[in-house]
C-alpha cells in the first residue's frame, strides 16, 4: 500500500527521473566501493529505500527475514515501538527457519517528502565521498552529456557595511561631502548588487536533451576567472528551479573514512550491526564529561572523533540525556540542528524530569506522528508540523486553523504545546537517521576496532584543520 500511494504521487508529479538518475549515481558509487549517505527527506520515501538511493527505511518499525519470508509488523512488541526505531527492539528468532530476524523501520511519513499531494518540490540530496565526488559529477556528465550538465552558480552580493565602505571611499576619493541621510540613501542603492560569483559546493544543473543552456541562461567561469576549468551557471539557481532539475552530489567525510576503516580491516560496513550494545555504551561513558573512564571497550575519549557527537556542544546534551537506544540518539542529532529546540526548550524539559527524551520533539516529522496518532487529521497534523518547523509558530504565536484546541482535545500535554510554540527550524527525521547510522559505524570501528579508527581519524581531520590534539 506503502509503495503504491508514493508510486501514484511521484510518477503523476513526474519526479520519476529524479528517482532513476538518484539510483544510477548511487549504484555506480557503491559499485565502486563507496557508500552514499542520503541527505535531507529523501529518505522519508520508501521507493527510495526500495531503489537502493537511501539506507533509511521510513515503515513502522518490524522484524523480517529474507531467508523464511517471515514479516511482524502487528504484534504486540513491535507496535510498543511506534514512532520509534526498530534498531532497538529485542533480538528474536525467525519462526520459520530459526535465523536471527532483521530488525528495522523508523516511522517516517512520506508527506514530508512530497507533501500530501505531491505538491512540494523534491530534493534528492546525496553525500558521496569527498575523494568520489568529482567522479559523481563526471558520470552525470556521462548519462546526459557534458554539454548538459553544469555547476550550479552562485551569486556573492553586497552587505550593508561594505556599501556603506564603498560610498564612504567614494566621496573621499572625489573630495565631496554630504549629509548622513544621504549617505545611507546612497548605500542602500548598493545593497544587494553582484559583488563576485562564485560555485554551489555541489548543485549540478541538468538541461533538457533538446535544449541548449543560453535557452535558460548565460554561462561563465566562477569569478571570471578563464583558468579555471568549471562552467557555472550565470543566474543563481533560485530563479531557474521551477524550469530545470538540479542534483545535489555533496563531498562529505563519513562515506570517506568508513571506506578507509573497510580497507584496513576487512570489515563490511553495511552489516554492522545498528544496536550493538558495546557501540551505544560509548554515549554514555563519562569521558563524554571528560572524566577518567578505564573500561577496556570504551578507552578514554568517549565520542570525541564520532561525527555528530564528538562536539562539546553534542557531547554535554549526551551527558545531559544518557542515550541508551538508537532512537534517542536521532532525536538528538534533531535537537542539535534544530534551531531554538535543544537549550532554553527541550534540555529544561528533560534535565527537570518534566519529560522523557523520547517523548519530546526531535525532529518536524515526529510531530505529525504523534498528532496523528493522537487522533488529528493527517492533513491538519501535516499543516501544524509544516508551520512549527519553518518558525511561523514560533513567529505569530498561533498554530494553524483549529490546531491548538484540537490538540487540548486530544489530550496533548501543555509543555509539548509550549515546547512546539517556541522552536524556529526543526530537521527532517530521515536526513537525522542517515546521518547517524553513518555516525554509529564510526563509533563501532572506534570500539571493535581501534587502530584503523584513530588512523583513518587523523588521515582525515590533520588535512582538514580544526583538529584538537589534545
Request: with cysteine; hydrophobic share 35%; aromatic share 10%.
Amino acid at each position: 500500500e506503502r509503495l503504491e500511494r508514493e508510486l501514484n504521487s511521484i510518477i503523476s508529479n513526474g519526479f520519476a527521473v529524479m528517482y532513476i538518475i538518484a539510483q544510477k549515481l548511487v549504484w555506480k558509487s557503491v559499485e565502486d566501493g563507496y557508500l552514499v549517505g542520503s541527505r535531507g527527506s529523501v529518505g522519508s520515501s520508501f521507493v527510495a529505500t526500495m531503489a537502493g538511493i537511501t539506507e533509511v527505511n521510513p515503515l513502522p518499525a518490524h522484524y523480517y527475514c529474507d531467508a523464511g519470508h517471515y514479516s511482524d509488523f502487528d504484534s504486540d512488541e513491535v507496535k510498543k515501538y511506534a514512532g520509534a526505531s526498530g534498531y532497538d527492539m529485542p533480538q528474536k528468532e525467525c519462526p520459520v527457519c530459526g535465523k536471527p530476524l532483521i530488525r528495522d523501520g523508523h516511522d517516517i511519513p512520506f508527506e514530508t517528502f512530497l507533501g500530501f499531494y505531491g505538491n512540494k518540490e523534491p530534493d534528492i540530496d546525496l553525500n558521496f565521498s569527498g575523494e568520489y565526488q568529482a567522479k559523481a559529477h563526471k558520470y552525470t556528465e556521462t548519462l546526459f552529456g557534458s554539454d548538459h550538465v553544469f555547476r550550479a552558480g552562485t551569486i556573492g552580493t553586497l552587505a550593508e557595511k561594505t556599501a556603506y565602505g564603498y560610498v564612504k571611499k567614494y566621496l573621499e576619493d572625489h573630495h565631496m561631502q554630504t549629509t548622513k541621510a544621504d549617505e545611507n540613501r546612497l548605500a542602500l542603492g548598493l545593497v544587494g548588487i553582484k559583488r563576485t560569483t562564485g560555485q554551489h559546493p555541489g548543485g549540478l544543473v541538468i538541461i533538457p536533451q533538446d535544449m541548449d543552456v543560453t535557452d535558460f541562461c548565460p554561462v561563465q567561469h566562477p569569478a571570471d576567472d578563464p583558468d579555471s576549468g568549471i562552467v557555472t551557471t550565470h543566474f543563481e539557481y533560485h530563479c531557474m528551479e521551477d524550469n530545470l532539475l538540479k542534483l545535489d552530489e555533496l563531498g562529505h567525510d563519513d562515506p570517506t573514512m568508513i571506506r578507509m576503516m573497510e580497507d584496513m580491516t576487512g570489515v563490511d560496513a553495511k552489516k554492522i550491526s545498528l544496536s550493538d550494545p558495546e557501540t551505544m555504551s560509548i554515549f554514555t561513558s563519562p569521558a563524554a564529561l571528560g572524566l577518567p573512564d578505564d573500561d577496556p571497550i570504551i578507552g578514554k575519549t568517549g565520542s570525541i572523533g564520532v561525527p555528530e557527537f564528538g562536539t562539546p556542544f553534542t557531547r554535554q546534551m549526551l551527558v545531559d540525556t544518557q542515550p541508551r537506544q538508537f532512537d534517542t540518539l536521532v532525536r538528538l542529532s534533531g535537537f542539535s540542528h534544530g534551531t531554538d529546540v535543544w537549550a532554553g526548550n527541550i534540555r529544561d524539559l528533560v534535565t527537570g524530569g518534566i519529560a522523557s527524551v523520547n517523548e519530546t520533539i526531535g525532529c518536524r516529522d515526529d510531530i505529525m506522528t504523534y498528532l496523528i496518532n493522537k487522533g488529528m487529521t493527517p492533513s491538519l497534523a501535516f499543516k501544524t508540523m509544516e508551520a512549527v518547523r519553518k518558525g511561523k509558530v514560533k513567529k505569530s504565536g498561533k498554530f494553524p486553523d483549529d490546531a491548538e484546541d484540537r490538540m487540548r482535545a486530544m489530550q496533548v500535554p501543555e509543555w509539548w504545546i509550549e515546547s512546539a510554540r517556541k522552536i524556529a527550524y526543526l530537521f527532517p527525521k530521515a536526513h537525522a537517521v542517515a546521518y547517524v547510522m553513518m555516525a554509529f559505524r564510526i563509533a563501532w570501528f572506534k570500539v571493535h576496532e581501534p587502530l584503523a579508527f584513530y588512523s583513518a581519524y587523523f588521515y582525515r581531520r590533520s588535512q582538514k584543520g580544526g583538529f584538537d590534539a589534545e
